[in-house]
């Protein structure tokens, strides 16, 4: 997320992806927070970039993680199929901005919504207020979105629609919001250059630098894809990296990390080839069921290595080695996608 401050839990809010009013690609966001803190109009820009690239990953993560439940496994949750934020939710520099840019105070004030969510479909709309979610009133200030999460978990166990009252233009409004079954992985914006993305197991992190390195979107789907896939098939739990991959993230989520931070590896293992093959496998059939063109990943594997190679120790490259066997087992997993396509077969690995 944008801020130091935890996002409501993935099963409740939908924190790990929401739609934008925008749409296509977009070219990366040129203002960045480097040494800027001062003025209130460099504020507005430094809070507009870190908007922008939120709503671009968060646009680009709905289809895979909505239409990829099934493959999620244990990790699939429902979902209200929205975010939601005050002006807590962002760094204390930013504090001001946000009153003044969003329109953000105390109370949780709904930012996205997932487009075919069920909240879309029940006509929930960016700048509701949040008051009630089955009768229980939302709490408001600094720990809001925390204190949402805890009394909202048990609610959404054994439920298929909920009930939510909003504010509207000062007019109270009820809802009754459908569920939306979903991979219940929250994602994180890295505020550092390095090109690389990270995957505790519960938790993705795509850093600026990566986004800034591809420009188009259906190439970060590819990263956000096989990240999806290293949690899937819990592959820092393997490499008992679990702790370590969750502390680097942890380091970059604050608006201007210590360089230290993303200077190195961080202490992370490179993911086995065999590993790196398995979520090349997961990640191209998530990509195709997500509508994006799964043969993105041979291109996409090859640039990042050749703009950010191995050698450079915080660089996608060095923590997932680009191989020729990695290169051929992808046509051989595009040839079992396209079969399996054009056979009407379940597009599951």
């Known amino acids: 997320m944008l801020a130091t401050i935890p996002p409501l839990a993935a099963a409740l809010l939908l924190c790990a992806c929401a739609t934008s009013p925008r749409s296509g690609n977009h070219p990366p966001v040129a203002a960045e927070a480097k040494g800027i803190t001062s003025p209130a109009s460099a504020r507005d820009v430094i809070l507009d970039a870190l908007i922008s690239r939120q709503e671009r990953v968060y646009r680009i993560a709905s289809p895979l993680i909505t239409r990829n439940a099934v493959l999620c496994r244990t990790q699939a949750r429902p979902l209200l199929g929205f975010t939601a934020k005050n002006v807590h939710s962002y760094p204390s520099e930013l504090a001001a901005a946000a009153r003044k840019t969003l329109g953000l105070g105390e109370r949780l004030q709904v930012m996205q919504v997932l487009g075919g969510s069920g909240a879309q479909k029940a006509g929930m709309a960016s700048g509701d207020i949040l008051q009630s979610i089955q009768d229980v009133v939302m709490p408001e200030g600094p720990q809001a979105e925390n204190e949402a999460a805890r009394v909202l978990a048990p609610l959404l166990k054994n439920l298929t629609e909920i009930r939510i009252t909003v504010l509207r233009r000062g007019q109270p409004i009820e809802l009754q919001v459908p569920l939306t079954l979903a991979c219940a992985f929250a994602i994180d914006i890295g505020n550092a250059p390095n090109v690389n993305a990270y995957a505790d197991g519960k938790r ?146």
């Open 204 to 349: 993705i992190m795509i850093t600026r630098g990566m986004l800034e390195a591809l420009p188009v979107d259906d190439d970060v789907a590819v990263i956000l894809a096989r990240e999806l896939a290293h949690n899937v098939l819990q592959h820092a739990r393997q490499l008992q990296q679990t702790v370590t991959v969750s502390g680097v993230i942890d380091s970059l989520l604050p608006l201007q990390p210590e360089p230290s931070s993303y200077a190195g590896s961080g202490g992370i293992k490179p993911a086995t080839e065999k590993m790196d093959q398995e979520a090349d496998r997961l990640a191209m059939f998530m990509l195709a069921r997500a509508g994006y063109d799964p043969m993105h990943l041979v291109r996409v594997s090859q640039k990042l290595a050749n703009i950010a190679p191995a050698s450079q120790l915080n660089s996608y490259s060095a923590l997932h080695a680009w191989t020729e066997e990695r290169r051929s087992l992808m046509h051989t997993i595009l040839r079992d996608i396209h079969q399996k396509q054009s056979t009407k077969k379940a597009l599951v690995p």
